[in-house]
């Protein structure tokens, strides 16, 4: 177990909603990164937060945006949903000290099923 | 799109034989960390060489990299039925303020131990 928790497990929405997914980083750790995995690939970098602030970006339109708390939780939102956003999403979270970033450590995904 | 690209994408072996997954990788790197997936769920880190080593040891676990050839691999010794999932690399290139830290993963390795 890492520590890292994220709701809900599973999640069923259909095309144009939205969705709220949850993170929970561990104990220590201040930077949580959110991650989408479809089926059969690896897992895609969407973006990370560190100390409140969004800190990279990876390929994902602006409709996938997030928070981070001062509790260091962190929250994804995905508007106008689409087939394709149908995935595993994973959080993770590490500790960043200065430049250097300690190993991320993941939840167990949250299931988005878009119908 | 991602950086790794492990090979064999899928490996089936009996218990108590070695497996061997390789990891390639398009650029430069601070470190590789492998991980392990069991059945889509979340991601278990197994180990991280910095770019600077060239062996690590953990366990039953041996990862070597080899950074003029931008490769690493991940042998699992004496291998069991409970090493039965998907086995991933992941890059991490350190640019944080450019790209967070973010993990650049391969598509993985599917490992089967038959018992």
């Known amino acids: 177990e890492t520590g890292v928790t994220q709701s809900p497990t599973h999640l069923i929405k259909t095309r144009g909603q939205q969705v709220t997914l949850r993170c929970s980083s561990q104990?220590?750790?201040?930077?949580v990164s959110w991650y989408q995995q479809a089926l059969g690939q690896g897992p895609q970098f969407i973006f990370q937060y560190y100390r409140e602030e969004e800190n990279g970006r990876g390929n994902f339109p602006p409709r996938f945006s997030g928070l981070q708390f001062p509790n260091y939780s962190s929250e994804l939102n995905v508007n106008a949903l689409e087939l394709d956003d149908s995935a595993l999403y994973l959080c993770?979270?590490?500790?960043?000290?200065?430049?250097?970033?300690?190993?991320?450590?993941f939840g167990p995904g949250t299931r988005l099923l878009v119908l | 799109s991602q950086q790794g690209e492990e090979d064999p994408q899928a490996l089936s072996i009996q218990e108590g034989e070695n497996a061997t997954m390789n990891c390639s990788y398009k650029t430069s790197i601070n470190n590789l960390q492998w991980y392990r997936q069991n059945s889509g769920r979340g991601l278990v880190h197994l180990i991280l060489i910095r770019s600077n080593e060239r062996e690590k040891h953990s366990g039953r676990l041996r990862v070597t990299l080899d950074t003029s050839k931008k490769s690493s691999s991940l042998l699992i010794t004496a291998s069991r039925a409970a090493d039965t999932a998907s086995y991933f690399c992941?890059?991490?290139?350190?640019?944080?303020?450019?790209?967070?830290?973010?993990?650049?993963f391969g598509a993985g390795t599917i490992l089967r131990v038959k018992s």
């Open positions: 104990s220590g750790h201040n930077t």
């Open positions: 993770a979270s590490s500790n960043r000290q200065g430049q250097y970033q300690e190993t991320q450590y």
């Open positions: 992941a890059t991490d290139a350190g640019h944080y303020k450019e790209y967070g830290n973010k993990l650049v």
